[in-house]
């Protein structure tokens, strides 16, 4: 009689999958393309970029989709290039341009001088054709159908902004632009304040993220990768030692997570991954007072073999 066969763990093909997003398409053509390539339904996104913005994308696949909300994807970095000379409806190349302005008479010190004032912890005015909900609706959607949106200032962090190269036309400035910075900062917001801060507006022309937490491009495909060799950047277990640090366990701790239970902590901060003695990933773990409890089983004992 043959075997029946065992059923899907959700293990199988699950990690995380780094795509190099390129220009034109949407983070969410880039999930639908991967569903496709990877012949499953179980795909998230740790976050979008805009149509015109290429670089790191993070998705989760399979049981990894649960590990999407948990990764901490607090840091960002990006090479951009702002055009001064004039504004745009949004903030990028992609907007109706709403004034213009001769920048030839801009100093390289005045850019410096504005460069720095947008450098630390700043006060930012996101951009209103950005995702944030307001009342219920994506601003973007109420700036498409025709309403003002203005949005309420948030604290942010710029720990780098450094100006790579300076190109002068007649009358506009292209800058190459270095920015790291936490999540939340928009960056096409700082080329509109730079350029405000000139007297000549500004925009973003181009936009590459190339990091996201701990993920950069060197662990990105482009979605012509994925389709010819569909499989995930980083397996599960790869992806929880790449985004979490992590505590080795005994065979019978790991018997306690994979059931939900709690160990005794051992002093490690914020979430982290507890791994078996052959580097599987158990669970993911916080120590909250004399706990260190699960927030993801990623092996149950009801799903392993």
């Known amino acids: 009689m043959p075997a029946h066969p065992k059923p899907p763990t959700g293990l199988d093909g699950a990690g995380l999958l780094v795509v190099d997003k390129s220009g034109g398409v949407t983070s969410h053509d880039v999930v639908s393309a991967c569903r496709k390539a990877l012949k499953t339904r179980r795909i998230g996104h740790a976050g979008t970029l805009d149509p015109m913005a290429t670089g790191v994308l993070v998705l989760g696949v399979e049981r990894a989709t649960k590990m999407l909300g948990l990764l901490s994807l607090t840091t960002k970095e990006y090479t951009a290039t702002v055009r001064l000379g004039a504004a745009t409806t949004t903030d990028d190349a992609e907007g109706d341009t709403v004034s213009t302005a001769d920048a030839s008479a801009v100093t390289d010190s005045g850019i410096d001088e ?117 499989h995930v950047s980083l397996d599960i277990d790869a992806a929880a030692r790449t985004a979490f640090p992590h505590r080795t366990v005994t065979s019978d701790e790991a018997e306690s997570l994979s059931q939900g239970r709690w160990l005794d902590p051992i002093g490690m901060s914020g979430i982290y991954a507890a791994l078996d003695e052959d580097g599987h990933t158990i669970a993911l773990v916080q120590e909250r007072g004399k706990r260190a409890s699960t927030v993801m089983v990623v092996r149950p004992a009801t799903l392993r073999p």
């Open 114 to 230: 504005a460069v720095a004032a947008l450098t630390g912890k700043i006060s930012q005015v996101p951009s209103s054709v950005s995702a944030i909900k307001v009342d219920g609706k994506r601003a973007h959607a109420l700036v498409r159908e025709g309403e003002d949106v203005v949005l309420e200032p948030r604290t942010v962090t710029v720990s780098r902004f450094d100006v790579l190269q300076r190109r002068r036309g007649s009358d506009v400035i292209d800058l190459d632009v270095h920015v790291e910075c936490t999540s939340g900062t928009y960056v096409r917001a700082l080329a509109r304040d730079l350029g405000a801060a000139l007297g000549v507006g500004g925009h973003l022309t181009a936009l590459r993220r190339t990091r996201v937490g701990p993920f950069t491009l060197e662990h990105a495909r482009t979605l012509d990768e994925v389709r010819d060799d569909p």
